[in-house]
Nanobody, 119 residues
Framework: DVQLQASGGGSVQAGGSLRLSCLYS????????IGWFRQAPGKEREGVSC????????YYADSVKGRFTISSDNAKKTVYLQMNSLRPDDTGVYYC????????????WGQGTLVTVSS
């Protein structure tokens, strides 16, 4: 059973940092891509970053490049999203999700974790 659990959200002032964690189970990271998404109030969900162990690649949305870093710890079955220089427009509920190689859509989603950045 594929499961993902996001944590680490909180409230910070602009310029601050948070590290989100996505604990996964039920699959081998070597066969999957894990992504972070966020949804701000009144807006559609958007992709923030993703990491693929097998392809050894990462992706960042333009809005977070240079500020966010995605990484993985296979031993802990955890994918991290280090968020620095946070801005008020980074506010939203952050979700992690998994997508098996060869599939076009993310299939399994964790519960969200709320990030609030105040100015």
């Amino acid at each position: 059973d594929v499961q993902l659990q996001a944590s680490g959200g909180g409230s910070v002032q602009a310029g601050g940092s948070l590290r989100l964690s996505c604990l996964y189970s039920g699959f081998s990271f070597d066969d999957y891509t894990i992504g972070w998404f966020r949804q701000a109030p009144g807006k559609e969900r958007e992709g923030v970053s993703c990491i693929s162990a097998g392809e050894r690649s990462t992706y960042y949305a333009d809005s977070v490049k240079g500020r966010f870093t995605i990484s993985s710890d296979n031993a802990k079955k955890t994918v991290y999203l280090q968020m620095n220089s946070l801005r008020p427009d980074d506010t939203g509920v952050y979700y992690c999700a998994s997508r098996r190689f060869g599939r076009s859509a993310y299939e399994s989603w964790g519960q969200g974790t709320l990030v609030t950045v105040s100015s």
